[in-house]
């Protein structure tokens, strides 16, 4: 789950970190209203979950209310990478010497948080990485000791920053390395952490990724979450409990377990498919789940067959038989479909799928064939 930059930057705000003072509007009224507390210069920033706001033109210089009102009303129902903008942050504008990159996230290989530092702050870290690579400071934290002032000011040396912000750059670098384990994030981030007046560092814009995993864990950081800005299908996912990963194939799989999923998705491949995405229904699926789980999959207008593969233990064949009837009953679709299933009460399942028009498989390597040919002759027609 992804927090929106506001969120993440009052996060931040937690640790001692400082940020710009301002707020949020809806309306480009509120907006005006902002900008006439803060009475300067502010800066009118879109909230949605993209980064490249900046480019997009999501992000606008204001000198007076009245001005911050028109970028308001320009920004407010942008669509930014297909996701509009329902939300602004006003903050008060400021002059930037330096733009600093600083985040935090897991290097898997390592084992291990990363702080990534650069010199090049204010454009997308990918973007540095691939053109001035040699711009790039990353160390490694270790887990029972944290981050440590050293390494910190390490960092600050390595970027070149002056002497005289070193103090207050350990200490964001700490708070935000803080926050990322406090929060259970996978990834947060400073872009551009500025210096201002010669002698004062300030978080510009703030982004933070928390693992979906640890989210029981804190109540009002889930309460954060924003569903106008996330894909139907991964709410429609998450509300029942389902591992849903889009991908960008043709052949929709159902599929109880994640080892199974993988080995499906492998051999729709090796037959020459490709798969629209990545569906567990998890053990012991009971037909409302698959009902939801065969919706999600329909819905996604790139699904040009549908393949089934289910290996009944706790999940019992007949019941995910079941919910794909009672989903067909509602989703009416021409798309074909592949069922493979085996293990429990799998006779009384096929016994019940036969009343609907799909095709059978015996082995997954047969399924997969199948549901690639499906797909194909759904394409040429
Ligand atoms: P992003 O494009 O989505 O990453 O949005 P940012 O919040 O990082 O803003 C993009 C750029 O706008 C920054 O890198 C700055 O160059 C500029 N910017 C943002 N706030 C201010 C400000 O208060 N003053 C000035 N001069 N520039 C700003
Ligand atoms: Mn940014």
């Not at 569906?279 to 999600?296: E, Q, T």
Request: with cysteine; net charge negative; charged share 25%.
């Amino acid at each position: 789950m992804k927090l929106h930059e506001y969120q993440s930057k009052f996060r931040f705000a937690e640790y001692g970190i400082p940020i710009p003072q301002g707020q949020t509007a809806t309306t480009a009224n509120q907006a005006f209203t902002i900008a006439e507390e803060i009475s300067g210069p502010v800066v009118v920033k879109a909230q949605v979950l993209a980064g490249g706001r900046g480019k997009a033109g999501g992000v606008k210089l204001a000198r007076d209310p009245e001005e911050a009102k028109k970028h308001a009303t320009a920004i407010l129902g942008m669509n930014i990478k297909g996701l509009i903008v329902k939300k602004v942050l006003v903050d008060p504008a400021v002059e930037i010497e330096t733009e600093i990159y600083l985040g935090v996230t897991i290097d898997r290989t390592a084992r291990r948080a990363v702080m990534i530092a650069s010199s090049a702050g204010g454009i997308a870290i990918e973007e540095v990485a691939a053109q001035t690579p040699e711009k790039i400071i990353r160390i490694h934290i270790d887990p029972h000791l944290g981050l440590l002032n050293y390494q910190a000011r390490n960092i600050a040396s390595e970027i070149g920053l002056p002497r005289n912000l070193w103090k207050q750059f350990v200490q964001i670098a700490g708070a935000l390395y803080k926050c990322y384990e406090d929060s259970d994030a996978s990834m947060t981030e400073i872009n551009p952490l500025v210096v201002i007046n010669g002698d004062q560092l300030l978080a510009l814009d703030g982004k933070m990724t928390l693992d979906d995993n640890a989210l029981f864990r804190h109540p009002r950081l889930a309460e954060m979450r924003d569903t106008d800005e996330e894909a139907p299908a991964e709410t429609l996912a998450r509300q029942s409990d389902l591992n849903y990963v889009k991908l960008d194939g043709e052949i929709g799989c159902m599929v109880n377990g994640a080892g199974l999923a993988m080995a499906t998705m492998d051999m729709t491949k090796l037959f020459g498919g490709s798969p629209a995405n990545f569906l567990d229904i998890g053990g012991g699926a009971k037909s409302d789940k698959v009902a939801a789980a065969l919706r999600i999959i329909l819905a996604d207008p790139n699904v040009k067959s549908v393949l089934f593969n289910i290996f009944g233990g706790i999940t019992r064949c007949d019941e995910v038989a079941r919910g794909i009837l009672s989903a067909l009953n509602e989703v009416h679709t021409s798309v074909p479909m592949v069922a493979r299933l085996v293990g429990t009460n799998d006779e009384e399942g096929r016994a019940i799928l036969a009343q609907a028009n799909m095709i059978t498989a015996t082995t997954l390597a047969e399924a997969a064939q199948k549901s690639v040919e499906a797909a194909r002759s759904t394409s040429e027609k």
